[in-house]
T-cell receptor, first 113, second 110 residues
Framework: NAGVTQTPKFRVLKTGQSMTLLCAQD?????MYWYRQDPGMGLRLIHY???????AKGEVPDGYNVSRLKKQNFLLGLESAAPSQTSVYFC????????????FGPGTRLTVT | RKEVEQDPGPFNVPEGATVAFNCTYS??????FFWYRQDCRKEPKLLMS???SGNEDGRFTAQLNRASQYISLLIRDSKLSDSATYLC???????????FGTGTRLQVTL
């Protein structure tokens, strides 16, 4: 099993450009999450999904959109990138129930100039 | 006040030392607690859950004090490979969300 994978690993965007980050998991997990990690801020939840076709806002959703058309994939979109979105983005997944362990992907390092 | 607060460190300790980290949380209704480990430029991984009665996993011991709203992690006989950032994580409420602390960095030296 590959676990949780993220594409791309690195990306540089100019202000105003758009892009989509792809997260894929092969563990048949229902729940999936997108976080961003910035120095001194810790991991902050952007959006999450509790199942195929459902999404919900997290702590810092502004400027991002998500889609969960297939159970194994969770896409994070930036419609018009801003320098404040320079960050490391992590995707995570887990099974439902009381085992709250989240499995993380390796991250995407995004720089917006 | 942040929901989860940790001393960022770094904690520099020699190999073989015992080191302890604390973490405080602000919401008394928090239900579940965890320690995650994050190596430099890598993803976080679950180290251990924290149970009310305290729990141990090899050289690692986690404790929970609900009255004072803090969680601790004790590492005995530190190894070079323990060098990492340790994230305190709390689950509050019925939603499927975790709140992560900013992490405490540990550097174990020869």
């Amino acid at each position: 099993n590959a676990g949780v994978t993220q594409t791309p690993k690195f990306r540089v965007l100019k202000t105003g450009q758009s892009m989509t980050l792809l997260c894929a998991q092969d563990m048949n997990h229902e729940y999936m999450y997108w976080y961003r990690q910035d120095p001194g801020m810790g991991l902050r939840l952007i959006h999450y999904s509790v199942g195929e076709g459902t999404t919900a806002k997290g702590e810092v959703p502004d400027g991002y959109n998500v889609s969960r058309l297939k159970k194994q994939n969770f896409l994070l979109g930036l419609e018009s990138a801003a320098p404040s979105q320079t960050s490391v983005y992590f995707c995570a997944s887990r099974i439902p129930g009381t085992n709250y362990e989240q499995y993380f992907g390796p991250g995407t390092r995004l720089t917006v100039t | 006040r942040k929901e989860v607060e940790q001393d960022p460190g770094p904690f520099n300790v020699p190999e073989g030392a015992t080191v302890a980290f604390n973490c405080t949380y602000s919401n008394s209704a928090s239900q579940s607690f965890f320690w995650y480990r994050q190596d430099c430029r890598k993803e976080p991984k679950l180290l251990m859950s924290v149970y009310s009665s305290g729990n141990e996993d090899g050289r690692f011991t986690a404790q929970l004090n609900r009255a004072s709203q803090y969680i601790s992690l004790l590492i005995r006989d530190s190894k070079l490979s323990d060098s990492a950032t340790y994230l305190c994580v709390v689950k509050t409420g019925t939603a499927s969300k975790l709140t992560f602390g900013t992490g405490t960095r540990l550097q174990v030296t020869l």
